[in-house]
């Protein structure tokens, strides 16, 4: 159910300096708000880029996530931290210092009309995070997105992409065609992605409502996260 071992990997191979940075950014967050230590919860982990530099740093990490492929790829990255397979929409979020969701882990339909459930997950956020405590995501929106091919090659594995675009919708859908080598030969598949599109305003009223103060972030320290993507920082007063 979305990201097969194949894509997992392709995905952690080539395509994670946004966690990377977006580390570097909660990081930078917490230790401004002169929290050194406490829970951290990663919604839709991956392949546990941001678990690791988070342990690493002294936090104890929490990921989430519906991929096994991704999930086998965090627990070697990030050993130290605690991984478990769930929805993002339905797992348990305990008393922490800090929710991340990077890489448009919101928007995606893997399982369902997850995006009727944004509003009650932010609540849950809420109540989960500790006075002062942060939540960070980024998320793909409406009015920005184009239809497009794209093609990406590694050192050994190959993406073709198709993406397209409904506003009417606010429907994006990437059409995979994934080659990875495994010995001497590429083992071929295919991937559908499903996301639903945003309006910032829609996202930021709907924070507001839980609770949070709100504010729009441009990205991740250096960065930045170009048309059709936004990112929200949002505090629990």
Same mark, same amino acid.
């Given at each position: 159910?979305?990201?097969? $071992?194949?894509? #997992?990997?392709?995905?952690?191979?080539?395509?994670?300096?946004?966690?990377?940075?977006?580390?570097?950014? &909660?990081? +930078?967050?917490?230790?401004?708000?002169?929290?050194?230590?406490?829970?951290?919860?990663?919604?839709?982990?991956? @392949?546990? &880029?941001?678990?690791?530099?988070?342990?690493?740093?002294?936090? $104890?990490?929490?990921?989430?996530?519906?991929?096994?492929?991704?999930?086998?790829?965090?627990? *070697?990255?990030? =050993? $130290?931290?605690?991984?478990?397979?769930?929805?993002?929409?339905?797992? *348990?979020?305990?008393?922490?210092?800090?929710?991340? #969701?990077?890489?448009?882990?919101?928007?995606?339909?893997?399982?369902?009309? @997850?995006?009727?459930?944004?509003?009650?997950?932010?609540?849950?956020?809420?109540?989960?995070?500790?006075?002062?405590?942060?939540?960070?995501?980024?998320?793909?929106?409406?009015?920005?997105?184009?239809?497009?091919?794209?093609?990406?090659?590694? +050192?050994?594995? #190959?993406?073709?992409?198709? *993406?397209?675009?409904?506003?009417?919708?606010?429907?994006? &859908?990437? *059409?995979?065609?994934?080659?990875?080598?495994?010995?001497?030969?590429?083992?071929?598949?295919?991937?559908?992605?499903?996301?639903?599109?945003?309006? =910032?305003?829609?996202?930021?009223?709907?924070?507001?409502?839980?609770?949070? $103060?709100?504010? /729009?972030?441009?990205?991740?320290?250096?960065? /930045?996260?170009?048309?059709?993507?936004?990112?929200?920082? #949002?505090?629990? =007063?």
């Amino acid at each position: 159910m979305g990201y097969s $071992e194949d894509l #997992a990997y392709i995905h952690d191979a080539g395509f994670t300096e946004l966690a990377h940075n977006a580390a570097a950014t &909660v990081l +930078k967050l917490l230790r401004r708000s002169k929290i050194r230590s406490g829970v951290v919860v990663d919604l839709g982990c991956g @392949s546990g &880029v941001l678990a690791e530099q988070l342990t690493r740093a002294g936090y $104890e990490v929490l990921g989430i996530d519906i991929s096994d492929g991704m999930l086998k790829l965090a627990r *070697k990255r990030a =050993p $130290e931290a605690r991984f478990v397979r769930d929805s993002i929409f339905r797992a *348990k979020i305990p008393t922490c210092v800090a929710v991340t #969701a990077i890489g448009e882990c919101l928007n995606y339909l893997f399982d369902g009309r @997850s995006d009727r459930r944004l509003p009650a997950l932010f609540r849950r956020v809420y109540r989960a995070l500790r006075p002062g405590g942060i939540f960070m995501f980024d998320i793909a929106v409406d009015g920005g997105q184009t239809s497009a091919k794209l093609y990406t090659v590694g +050192k050994d594995w #190959a993406v073709l992409a198709e *993406k397209s675009v409904s506003a009417r919708e606010r429907l994006l &859908v990437r *059409k995979m065609t994934i080659f990875r080598k495994v010995g001497r030969l590429y083992r071929r598949g295919e991937e559908v992605h499903r996301q639903r599109l945003y309006a =910032p305003k829609e996202i930021a009223s709907q924070l507001a409502a839980a609770g949070f $103060e709100v504010s /729009r972030l441009s990205g991740y320290g250096r960065n /930045r996260l170009g048309a059709g993507r936004t990112a929200f920082l #949002a505090r629990n =007063p």
